[in-house]
């Protein structure tokens, strides 16, 4: 069983289209996360919930919209795509108190290329 | 301004032989570090982790070390074994309410030669 899963694992579409991504993780954590991997392959955190509540929004064009509608599922929708959002997304989850927050559980990524 | 970082793109090691990553960071309110381990195609797995308070943690082949005066961790593989070629992140996180925040390198890529 995928503790952490991602759908789609790629996704190829065109400039100014909305696309979603869904994560969904079975290991019970109260705790999930996004993160965009860039060119330079710098991994780097988007957004995290707790308990379905926003918790860390980083500076992310408001183009980018997370969705949580239960612990365990946090999903991405990105509005009128643009060539530079092309990236690896990955999700993550992890608990969400004391030390073992820190050990995060990702996903496989979400491959997407905006033509 | 890249708080974390591996200046190391790629290192390449004999099977057997030890291999070590290493890590700077430029922030002092960091106070916990993390490993990831990734191969294509799929997403990072964590490693090992260490504490600020603590110089050295051990998980059977894995340590790592921390180096706070020098802002510097490291990541030693002992023995090297061809499985354990990857792409190796350091992660950093702060205390207090940061509450899962994860700062990346950029990662180095091992090679372990059978």
């Known amino acids: 069983d995928t503790a952490v899963s991602q759908t789609p694992k790629y996704l190829v579409t065109q400039m100014g289209n909305d696309k979603s991504i869904k994560c969904e993780q079975n290991l019970g954590h109260d705790t999930m996360y996004w993160y965009k991997q860039d060119s330079k392959k710098f991994l780097k955190i988007m957004f995290s919930y707790n308990n379905k509540e926003l918790i860390i929004n980083e500076t992310v064009p408001n183009r980018f919209s997370p969705k949580s509608p239960d612990k365990a599922h946090l999903n991405l929708h990105i509005n009128s795509l643009e060539l530079g959002d092309s990236a690896v997304y990955f999700c993550a989850s992890s608990h969400g108190t004391g030390v073992l927050w820190k050990a995060q559980y990702f996903g496989p990524g979400t491959r997407l290329l905006v033509l | 301004d890249q708080q974390v970082k591996q200046n190391s793109p790629s290192l390449s090691v004999q099977e057997g032989r030890i291999s070590i990553l290493n890590c700077d960071y430029t922030?002092?309110?960091?106070?916990?570090f993390l490993w990831y381990k990734k191969y294509p195609a799929e997403g990072p797995t964590f490693l090992i982790s260490?504490?600020?308070?603590?110089d050295k943690n051990e998980d059977g082949r894995f340590t790592v070390f921390l180096n706070k005066s020098a802002k510097h961790l490291s990541l030693h593989i002992v023995p090297s074994q061809p499985g354990d070629s990857a792409v190796y992140f350091c992660?950093?996180?702060?205390?207090?309410?940061?509450?899962?925040?994860?700062?990346f390198g950029q990662g180095t890529i091992l090679t372990v030669h059978p």
């Open positions: 922030n002092s309110m960091f106070d916990y």
């Open positions: 992660a950093a996180a702060e205390g207090g309410t940061s509450y899962g925040k994860l700062t």
């Open positions: 260490i504490s600020s308070i603590k």
